[in-house]
């Protein structure tokens, strides 16, 4: 062996690798000895039995072109296409070249002094001093969040048959019995409970439908402390109440 | 002696509670009896210079904080902010984006909370438009973006929008988490 | 005029970002012309009397800073220390910052590397943002640098950066950034 011993991890990429070896062999980048360089690259790829494998494909995607490289470097130059042959090495070189100088930049991003490593700005928040001032936390948002904002939704509940929200089959108006049934026995209950897992999308919606439909006849009360929280659900109304507001139902526009 | 006073100084700026002299003296290694003269001169000076800050004693430690009569100019810093939205706002505009025509239950399904108050400030800010009705029971009203959402974002048209794949291309492991590769309407 | 000084002054504070001179117009409901003056005198105020930080000029506003000297002090303060970038991250900062606008598969064709992750955490950090699509087959995604990037390493803006000519030691004839041929080698 040649005594390198090299961590991958150390290493952005198979150019920085290559930059490596050639800086330590005293190489001249642009008169790369390409078979010396092969070699020691293949040496230490082989040390690294077991790299994260999409890593290793990049790493190993280089050696591929270093082998191919070298290979046309030993053939030999035939006369008649010699003025169109370019050096086999010449795309690797420009590559080579174009990423040193994003290493140094990157170098040169890491020596600034940096907001919160080095440089500070003020802790003052407008909202905790200034009443109306106050808002929700804001963000700042370009194309990126707000294409983020629905992927997180899109994750959080896949909705399948989106389109035909309320099928006829299922009617508001039973849901809305079943859950003012189920609050009757216990007065406080959260959205989780009335729409237990097995529920289909329709029927999550309906329920959901129900419950909205039920504040809105102010029959219950319905509370969340935080976004994304537990929605909890209270009849606001005695029993007795209850059973005579029924055929309000009947004005509902659902099914 | 001066730049210790710079560096208290500092560090309570930059501190996002107030500092007691205590947490001041372990901070810039410095003894309390020498921290306090520098604290309170400081107070002085930004009293006696009416700069738009002072250096406030509060919950036991010192905090800059803005001067109390400038309050109702500072309120307008919170507000107008066109490039700023509440989660909330942020929400409901990428369903309608990505899924228009969208009615204000589709919009309320996917965010699982009501989304009425937040509709209204973005129609109110001329980002939604109203499509139309619904064929369906209720006739209920489907949203849309509108030009000023397309400004807004710099888009020339909705495909601009990145596409769900392209997006979940950047993250590999959230790739298998969706199945759906909904392109934006038109 | 005093008073606009302190109420500027109180403005620049208490914003969360950088303020611009057409922002502080707004705000103040003064004119430019009259602001001006305030803030580069209030710029050199503040560095003359070796305050703990100072009014510095960063991504086209105006922003309170602590000075650098006391960066070491200052990190005291910080609960994370792990805020620094990687390597991986800040070389593709590079890529982007030079390039805009750039696509995810030029940034790995310099790179050499696969680029997603990296990317992905960038732009949640806000310091990359979308520009749209480029118009060739595929539209892919082009992204460009942020404001919040600016504000990291305290640009006024992109032209603050030394050009990549500076950069190349190597060779004295790459001195602009070349155009890229291939497409990236999958």
Same mark, same amino acid.
């Given at each position: ?255 | ?84 939205? %509440? *989660?909330?706002? =942020? +929400? ?10 969208? &009615?204000?239950? /589709? ?38 973006? %509108? *030009?000023?959402? =397309? +400004? ?10 990145? &596409?769900?794949? /392209? ?20």
């Amino acid at each position: 062996m040649m005594g390198i011993q090299i961590r991958l991890e150390k290493f952005t990429g198979p150019l920085d690798l290559l930059l490596h070896l050639i800086k330590s062999q005293e190489m001249d980048i642009y008169d790369i000895r390409i078979v010396e360089i092969t070699e020691q690259y293949l040496t230490i790829i082989e040390q690294m039995q077991q790299l994260d494998l999409d890593i290793a494909g990049e790493f190993l995607l280089m050696a591929a072109t270093l082998i191919h490289i070298k290979s046309r470097m030993l053939l030999p130059i035939s006369d008649e296409i010699i003025e169109e042959e370019e050096d086999p090495r010449a795309e690797l070189v420009k590559r080579l070249l174009e990423y040193q100088r994003y290493k140094d930049v990157a170098e040169f991003f890491q020596q600034l002094p940096q907001l919160e490593r080095d440089i500070f700005v003020g802790q003052f928040q407008l909202s905790d001093f200034i009443e109306g001032a106050s808002e929700e936390n804001e963000v700042a948002i370009g194309l990126y969040q707000l294409a983020a904002a629905f992927h997180q939704l899109l994750k959080d509940k896949p909705p399948e048959t989106f389109h035909e929200v309320v099928r006829e089959s299922l009617s508001v108006a039973d849901y809305i019995d079943r859950i003012t049934e189920k609050l009757l026995n216990k007065n406080r209950l959260s959205f989780r409970e009335i729409s237990p897992a097995k529920f289909s999308r329709s029927e999550l919606i309906v329920t959901f439908i129900a419950t909205l439909e039920l504040v809105k006849m102010h029959i219950i009360n319905i509370e969340q402390v935080n976004d994304f929280s537990e929605i909890w659900l209270s009849l606001t109304i005695s029993p007795e109440q209850l059973s005579r507001i029924s055929p309000q139902k009947d004005l509902l526009t659902y099914g | 002696m001066d730049n210790l006073r710079q560096l208290i100084e500092a560090f309570i700026f930059a501190s996002d509670i107030p500092l007691s002299l205590d947490r001041l003296s372990v901070l810039s290694e410095q003894p309390k009896a020498l921290i306090k003269p520098i604290v309170e001169q400081l107070q002085l000076q930004y009293v006696a210079a009416e700069r738009g800050f002072y250096l406030a004693e509060v919950a036991g430690g010192y905090q800059f904080r803005t001067v109390v009569e400038l309050a109702p100019w500072l309120r307008k810093l919170s507000k107008d902010r066109a490039s700023r939205f %509440s *989660r909330a706002a =942020l +929400e409901t505009l990428a369903i309608i984006a990505y899924r228009q025509p969208a &009615t204000r239950s /589709e919009i309320e399904y996917l965010r699982g909370v009501d989304s009425g108050g937040v509709m209204k400030t973005l129609l109110d800010k001329n980002l939604l438009r109203i499509l139309g009705k619904k064929d369906m029971p209720g006739r209920p009203l489907m949203y849309g973006t %509108s *030009r000023q959402f =397309l +400004e807004l974002f710099g888009l020339r048209d909705l495909t601009d929008l990145p &596409t769900l794949k /392209e997006f979940t291309a950047l993250d590999p492991a959230l790739t298998e988490a969706d199945p759906l590769d909904p392109e934006p309407v038109e």
